[in-house]
Every structure is written in C-alpha cells, then in structure tokens.
C-alpha cells in the first residue's frame, strides 16, 4: 500500500512517496517556486537500492501543474516508482491549523475542508496553499483516501492554564484568541521516537522536546501528550528564529506603531522575516552565524548568546511544569547538529540534573545519540525528526480505524 505525503506552501510542494509501514521514502522530491518566471523540480527515489536523482528547471504556473508533473515522475520509466497512480492508496497532506476542532488526524470531507477554510485568519501563509495541494490532489488522485495531518493537533492536550492568555474572555470565547502551538507532528514523532528508544510506554513518558529548525518551538510533554509549547497563537511567538523574533513585550509593537509610525503589514514583516538571528547578526544560516563566533565576531557571539539563553529559559520553565522529566530531545536543523547550541543551552542546567557529555555532544546526528554524561539524571537524546514519515504514519492508521 502507497502513502502520499503532501506539503503544500504557498509557493512550493514538498511531496515523499511511502510504502506503509517502511521507514524509508521510495520517493522525494520538491517543486520550488511555482507561478514565478522559473520554477525548479527536484525528485529523488531509490530505484533497484540505488539513490537516483533528477533536477528539472521549467516554469510552473500553479499548484495544479506541479502535482501533475510530480505524478508524472513518479510513474516516469527511468526515474519512476510507481505503475500506476491508482497505486497510491492515501494521500496525507500536513496541514497547519486545525484550531481547536481537529487534535486528531482526520479524512478530508466538505466540512473538513470548511473547517480549514473558516481557519485561514489564524494562518494566513499557511491555510490557504494547504487547502490549495488538497483540492488539487483530490482532482488528480480520486480514489485515494485524503487525510488532513495538522500542526496544531498534538498540542490540543494542553491544559486551559497553559494555553489561555490573561486578556479578556470574550477574545477567547468569541475570536477564539489562545495559544495553538505548531511543530506539532515533529513534535509528537520525537517523542514517539523517545519512548520506544529509552523503553519507557509513551503514557508514562516525561519529555522537553526542543524542535530548533528555520523556525524552533519547545514543548513539554507529559505523559506522551503536549501540555505546554513555546509558539503561541501564531509561530511568532517563543524561541528566537531564524527569521522571527520569539517572544515579545507587546508594548514594542505600540512603540513601532506610534512612534516610529509603522503599519501593522510592515510591523508583521519586521517580526516575521527582518528579527532573530537575521535582525541581530544579518545571517539566518546558524552555520554562518556560528562560524562568525569563532572569528571572533562580537554580533554573532551576541545573536548565539540571545538564542541559547532563551532555550534554557524554557527548558527551566518546563521543568517547572513537569516536575519530573526523563529527557531532554534536541530536533531539526540546529538541534541534530549543532554541538555549540546543545552545549550552550545545557551549561549551568547542571543543577536541574541536566549534565552533557562533551564528547558524546560533538556530534552531527543521524540517529538517535545519547549525549548526556553517564551521571547525569536527566538524559539528553538527538534525535532526527521526520515530519513526513509521521504523517504516513497516521494517515495510515486513520485508514486502518476506518477500515477495521
Ligand atoms: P526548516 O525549519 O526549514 O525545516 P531545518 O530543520 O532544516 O529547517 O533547520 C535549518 C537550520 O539548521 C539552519 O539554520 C541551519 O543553519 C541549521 N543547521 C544545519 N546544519 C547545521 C550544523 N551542522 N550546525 C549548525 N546549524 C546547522
């Protein structure tokens, strides 16, 4: 049985073929800026155990077009993996918001597909091109099974006191204003990963779950489910990013606005796309930013400083929530493979029974790696996420609580 899974952007596809239950994609690939004068297709699949890859530049009027051309690939003779398209027997497609309604994968029907309509106010960049890969795939895969995969599900766990802010209730009751949190599915799939790694049944698990990719959001789980996470009613809100600011008096906001006479579309690209490690360093690429540090490179040791501390902030918060916790996970870009941030957030944890293993810490990830020193409490895991297998995951066991 074939599982496709989805990632529909505003301009871009990021598509992984499955066979469910394995591990491995028979297929990956992206179709990059779609409706702008060149767009790109990269497709890689494992043909007879071997890695073959193709790069196609073209031009790519809309999402329609992309799908077709990656259904085309995918049953290309060369470079292709499947026979035919009805092969593929579910479609999962990631999906931001789900709000408070969906804490649970779900088959796409008329009135999902509202639901995620009604939601594009909360997600604005993200909703609509969501929506956009689903009703495009329903045209082009009509008999598979289409399943919505959100974001936001793994954190509907949280209790009100978490995810209420102290503003007026009618905000809440009316407008629906309160912390959603993202990153859900990477989340919940290191966690997953965790418990069967350290043997421990994921109701009983305790974990702080540090996701630190372009975007980066730490969640405290309890017993296998989310019950605190640092990004709010939007992704801005938290960890210092690549690109955004993370948390925020809102009085700033005020001061753009009537001081420096600032229009809320300019506010929001200020905190969007101008902040974090690009407002305080010029680079996004923790790479370059660290690479900087070591020559010595006063703004970058300043940038590195402002996004360690804030981690460790959280991770002290969370221990708080917690009470006991038996891991600490560091996931995505930054978090499998950046030695200086892990160290960094862990100095001085000490005391809270978090100690690192220098050596065990100087490392890239590529599985799941132990970096704690042998007397520390706490372990500390790394682990590498894998949002698209998670969501073949459980659009396969939406099929299977269908069909059984
Ligand atoms: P996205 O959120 O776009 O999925 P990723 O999870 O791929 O992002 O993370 C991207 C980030 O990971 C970038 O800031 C990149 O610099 C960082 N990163 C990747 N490899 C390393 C490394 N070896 N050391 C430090 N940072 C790294």
Request: net charge negative.
């Amino acid at each position: 049985m074939k599982i496709l899974v989805i990632n529909s952007g505003s301009s871009s596809i990021k598509y992984s073929l499955f066979d469910a239950g394995e591990q491995q994609a028979l297929a990956t690939g992206l179709v990059e800026r779609i409706g702008e004068d060149s767009s790109r297709i990269k497709h890689q699949a494992v043909i007879d155990g071997k890695s073959r890859q193709l790069t196609r530049d073209l031009v790519i009027e809309d999402h329609r077009q992309g799908l077709k051309l990656v259904t085309e690939l995918l049953l290309d003779d060369q470079i292709g993996v499947l026979a035919s398209a009805a092969d593929i027997t579910a479609i999962g497609h990631r999906v931001v918001h789900g709000g408070e309604r969906y804490s649970q994968p779900t088959v796409i029907d008329d009135d999902l597909i509202e639901a995620v309509r009604t939601l594009a106010p909360f997600a604005p960049l993200h909703n609509p091109p969501n929506l956009q890969g689903i009703e495009v795939a329903s045209e082009l895969f009509p008999d598979a099974t289409q399943v919505a995969v959100f974001d936001t599900a793994f954190h509907q766990s949280m209790p009100a006191a978490a995810y209420r802010y102290a503003i007026p209730n009618y905000l809440y009751d009316d407008h629906g204003i309160r912390v959603y949190g993202f990153h859900g599915t990477s989340h919940l799939y290191v966690t997953k990963q965790a418990s069967q790694y350290l043997g421990k049944p994921l109701d009983e698990i305790n974990l702080i779950t540090a996701h630190l990719g372009n975007g980066a959001s730490i969640t405290a789980v309890r017993g296998g489910k989310s019950v605190d996470t640092s990004m709010g009613f939007s992704p801005l809100a938290g960890l210092v990013m690549g690109t955004r600011s993370g948390d925020l008096d809102p009085a700033v906001l005020f001061f753009l606005g009537t001081k420096l006479a600032m229009s809320f579309p300019e506010i929001d690209r200020l905190l969007n796309k101008q902040s974090g490690m690009i407002g305080l360093t010029g680079n996004n690429d923790l790479r370059d930013i660290e690479d900087r540090q070591a020559e010595g490179d006063d703004q970058a040791q300043l940038a590195l400083d402002v996004y360690t501390y804030r981690i460790k902030k959280y991770i002290g918060a969370y221990m708080a929530a917690l009470g006991h916790v038996d891991a600490i996970v560091f996931t995505a870009g930054v978090g499998e493979n950046s030695p200086y941030v892990r160290w960094h957030v862990c100095q001085g944890l000490e005391g809270l029974g978090v100690i690192l293993d220098a050596d065990k810490n100087d490392i890239l990830a590529r599985e799941i790696t132990e970096l704690q020193a042998n007397d520390s409490p706490i372990k500390v895991l790394a682990i590498p996420t894998n949002e698209e297998l998670e969501i073949a995951r459980q659009t396969l066991e939406v099929l299977q609580e269908n069909s059984g």
